[in-house]
């Protein structure tokens, strides 16, 4: 399927003698959020992980807007515009949230050893940087916080804050593993909110990886399920849930 | 031949040092940058023993066994216990355990002052090979280093096995996040551990002296090549430290006498370079170590 | 003041500024970047060496001495040095070229050895990378003090004297380019502070796999800050040499290169400078004391010098159990400054 936003084709990968992803291949069309769901174990996070980088996959292709990026450093890859978040919070704890928006700013001379003293290389960047990262916080409901520690504040603090700064790296997919894991139910709605919001007006690609279905499906364009590394179902929601195999995947009958 | 013997007695020695290093690192996860100066205090309770009660050093094997086992426990109860409860960093442990090093430096170097300046025994600079036996030919280290080596790792297999106490130990060492599951009291079981480590470390202190030169520095200035005995062997498994001990005593002693015969005897000083190297490529290509490549190609 | 505690401070000076220097190279590499690098001895021994042997080669070159002399470097070294040492004493100019070229070169020797033992470290995860670095920082001490052609093994060579030209200011002239050493290098670490480059290394150091999703090319920014750690403990090495005029292997010890920064750092806080620098002068000037009173502990049956070890050990325990970060906190702070923030941001104020 040409113009597809990713394009991932047969991906394996093993641990030692256990497949954890078993020939998978997905798409995703642009400006639509695809949710990727499936039991505990069942190698979504693993199939994230070889496709973003953070793993090499044993075998397989994996193609962003055409261009195949298959064993890119993931900083190689975020350039490319594919950003992807963390099942478990993470947070620069060190820095303020405004700090962590604007780490994902890009600043070539003010990140180099060689012309950080030189304040004139990097102030004009520094302060479209301020500025952007600023507007991110207003989106996202932060503003009050933007000087507050990072290992300090909540985790749904902490999980806008981690999409805020994908979006700020330039991201045009965004790929969230478990983006509402820990957050109380009310912050999870405004998480998803913000994404169809994301979705509609700059026609950013989401792929997401959710255990809470109850809230997920209402917000997905198009569902993925996994089991034991390999995909089972594809499909509205309806259609997935409606699906024999994913009936019995999680009722158990 | 003469340095193939030594070869194979150095080899036990820093298999039983690397043994303790590999039991923490894997039950406890803290490099303990202070085994090397528990070493040193079994040759200092060696030295001790033999200068004021007589009998020969080997009597004293299991004095030494105890002293620093009990260290050891002591090393872990105090110092790095209550760090690493506060949920410190495996660095900040790391630097725990320098800070109790730099201590023990002082107090072993206090004590061998001591001795030197007050009962006038040569505490700096000491060789007990006159105390040692010879069996079968050869000298008695030999046998008592590969003994205690043998024993050690062949109880921690065997023995431990077939209770419940080993059982458990094994687990955490193996296994720690299924040891917690397990409901075992993994307080005791660390402390268990640090203890058993401590006293292999004594054991190979305690018999240092009767075939190598031991002075107030010896541990510390084997720790490096103790942590390449450790990492070359590859904390996966307890029977690596023995393997790697072989192949780095032998590189070490063995191996750097063919090459000198070879190219000269310029590279004799040298011989302390193989276990960084060895090191430095281990970390960069194989590292699970041995014991984790071995096991890898069984299956 | 009398000529002996003026003695005292200005050799407390001296070594206050290589050890800030190199304590501050610490603090970059550890408290920025998270590198836990215990081969500081490394870089500084290679500085060091260069610092061994470099200046009075260069020195032959430049002054009249006695060609047949070069035969054997390291047996004829006391009759060269003292041979440059006079022409040296009336000529500033060339003494200073001879510190230029070898901070120049020990500059470099230490960005090799930063990015030699660097280069496979980066990629291994916290205490494995500490213990890779621990090992590599044995290396350079094993082959000088066995091999005699460097620096003359274990005992050392002596060097010309870079200073001699300021005669009786000799100690003082060099104790302040040791602190001139070390305020660059504060400046330079306040600059990181002050830019976009601080935020960027401390979110490499909090969270490597979040800084590189985000773009950022960790391996190679971790490299960099070891290569610039290299520099600075390598210029430290070399001002160490040109200061003590002379160069000794064995006195390069882990101890006191690599456990003695990590105590200071740790102790003053690794995540500011005025930690690093309050940790840094604590221990110099313990330890001057102590040197300096040993003959007052005479009565001990062991020598005083070990106290140092026992205090040093037992205080950096102290920290860990109740001040794990230091006696200075780190603070975050912004590339810009508040008002600069709110304009760029279109607000009154922040």
Redo the contacts between chains.
């Keep these: 399927m040409h113009g597809a936003m990713l394009e991932v084709r047969d991906v394996k990968k093993s641990f030692g003698g256990l497949k954890a992803v078993d020939g998978v291949s997905i798409s995703l069309p642009r400006g639509r959020i695809t949710l990727l769901i499936g039991p505990n174990g069942s190698g979504k996070t693993t199939l994230v992980n070889s496709i ?1 980088g ?1 793993l090499r996959p044993d075998s397989g292709h994996v193609y962003l807007e055409d261009k195949e990026i298959t064993h890119w ?3 190689r890859i ?2 490319e515009g594919m ?4 099942q478990l919070p ?7 949230v ?3 928006l ?3 700013c ?2 070539a001379c ?4 060689l012309k ?2 030189l ?1 004139a290389l ?2 004009t960047t ?6 952007e990262a ?2 991110m916080a207003e989106a996202m409901e932060l503003t009050p916080y ?2 507050a ?1 990072m290992s300090e504040t909540s985790t749904g603090h902490i999980k806008l804050a ?1 999409i805020g ?2 979006l700020l ?2 991201a045009k997919l965004v790929i969230l593993d478990e983006p509402i894991c820990g957050v109380d139910p009310v912050m999870a709605d405004e998480v998803f909110s913000f994404l169809i919001r994301l979705r509609d007006e700059q026609g950013l690609t989401f792929l997401v990886i959710e255990h809470r279905l109850d809230i997920a499906l209402k917000y997905a364009d198009y569902v993925y399920v996994m089991n034991q590394g390999k995909l089972i179902a594809q499909g509205s929601v309806e259609e997935v849930l409606n699906d024999s195999q994913v009936k019995e995947v999680y009722l158990g009958s | 031949m003469a340095s193939f013997i030594d070869a194979l007695t150095y080899s036990a020695l820093l298999g039983l040092m690397g043994f303790g290093l590999t039991l923490i690192r894997r039950t406890t996860g803290v490099w303990n940058v202070a085994h090397g100066e528990v070493v040193t205090i079994g040759s200092y309770v060696a030295l001790t023993a033999t200068s004021f009660l007589a009998h020969s050093p080997y009597f004293y094997l299991p004095l030494a066994f105890l002293v620093c086992a009990g260290v050891s426990g002591i090393i872990f109860l105090a110092g790095v216990e209550p760090i690493r409860a506060k949920g410190a960093s495996s660095i900040l442990l790391l630097v725990v355990t320098i800070a109790i090093s730099l201590i023990m430096i002082a107090v072993i170097n206090i004590y061998a002052d001591y001795l030197q300046n007050v009962f006038h025994l040569s505490s700096k600079n000491f060789l007990f090979a006159r105390f040692d036996f010879t069996l079968l030919g050869q000298m008695g280290i030999l046998w008592a280093a590969w003994a205690a080596l043998a024993a050690l790792t062949i109880s921690y297999y065997l023995v431990l096995q077939h209770t419940r106490l080993g059982l458990a130990l094994r687990a955490l060492a193996e296994q720690p996040t299924l040891a917690v599951v397990m409901g075992a009291n993994v307080k005791s079981l660390s402390l268990l551990s640090w203890c058993l480590a401590g006293g292999a470390a004594g054991l190979a202190g305690c018999l240092f002296p009767m075939r190598f030169q031991c002075h107030p520095g010896v541990g510390t200035s084997m720790i490096a090549t103790m942590f390449a005995v450790s990492i070359f062997g590859g904390i996966e498994k307890m029977y690596g430290p023995l393997l790697a001990g072989l192949v780095l005593g032998f590189a070490q002693i063995y191996g750097i006498d063919l090459l000198s015969s070879w190219v000269g005897p310029g590279v004799i000083p040298f011989k302390d370079l193989i276990p960084m190297i060895v090191l430095l490529l281990t970390l960069q290509f194989l590292p699970e170590g041995l014991s984790g490549f071995v096991g890898r190609r069984r299956g | 003041m009398s000529g002996q505690w003026f003695l005292f401070s200005v050799d407390l000076l001296a070594l206050f500024g290589i050890y800030l220097a190199l304590n501050l190279s610490l603090r970059l590499q550890l408290g920025y970047t998270g590198i836990a690098n215990f081969g500081l001895v490394l870089a500084f021994t290679g500085g060091a060496y260069v610092g061994g042997w470099l200046p009075i080669r260069l020195g032959m070159w430049l002054v009249e001495v006695d060609p047949s002399l070069a035969d054997d470097m390291i047996w004829n070294n006391v009759i060269i040095a003292s041979q440059v040492d006079l022409s040296l004493h009336g000529s500033p100019g060339t003494a200073m070229t001879i510190l230029l070229i070898t901070l120049l070169a020990a500059g470099a020797a230490g960005a090799l050895l930063g990015l030699q033992s660097g280069y496979p470290a980066v990629r291994l995860g916290g205490d494995y990378l500490a213990i890779s670095l621990l090992a590599f920082g044995e290396v350079l001490a094993i082959i000088g003090n066995n091999y005699d052609p460097v620096v003359g093994g274990p005992l050392g060579v002596r060097i010309p004297d870079v200073w001699a030209w300021a005669g009786d200011w000799r100690f003082m002239a060099a104790s302040l380019a040791n602190c001139a050493l070390a305020l660059g290098v504060w400046l330079y670490l306040d600059s990181i502070e002050k830019s976009p480059m601080g935020r960027m290394l401390r979110a490499i150091r909090d969270n490597p796999d979040a800084a590189s999703s985000l773009g950022k090319n960790v391996a190679r920014v971790r490299l960099n800050v070891m290569v610039t750690g290299g520099i600075i403990c390598g210029l430290a090495g070399a001002m160490y040499t040109l200061y003590t005029t002379g160069v000794a292997p064995s006195a390069l010890s882990r101890f006191d290169w690599t456990f003695l920064p990590w105590v200071m750092v740790v102790f003053g806080g690794s995540g500011s400078n005025v930690g690093v620098l309050i940790g840094t002068f604590t221990f110099i000037l313990v330890q001057k004391l102590i040197i300096s009173y040993k003959f007052a502990l005479s009565f001990l049956p062991f020598d005083p010098v070990w106290l140092q070890f026992l205090l040093m050990g037992l205080v950096l325990i102290l920290v860990l159990n109740f001040r794990p970060s230091g006696l200075v906190t780190e603070k975050a702070s912004y590339a810009l400054s508040r008002r600069e923030m709110a304009k760029a941001a279109g607000k009154e104020s922040l």
């Design positions: 973003t953070f450093p993931m900083h975020c350039k950003v992807r978040s963390f993470a947070p620069f704890g060190g820095l303020s405004l700090g962590n604007l780490v994902a890009e600043s003010g990140e180099s050893l950080c003293p304040k990097w102030k520094e302060k479209d940087n301020v500025r600023f507007a933007w000087d520690v981690e700064r994908a790296a330039g």
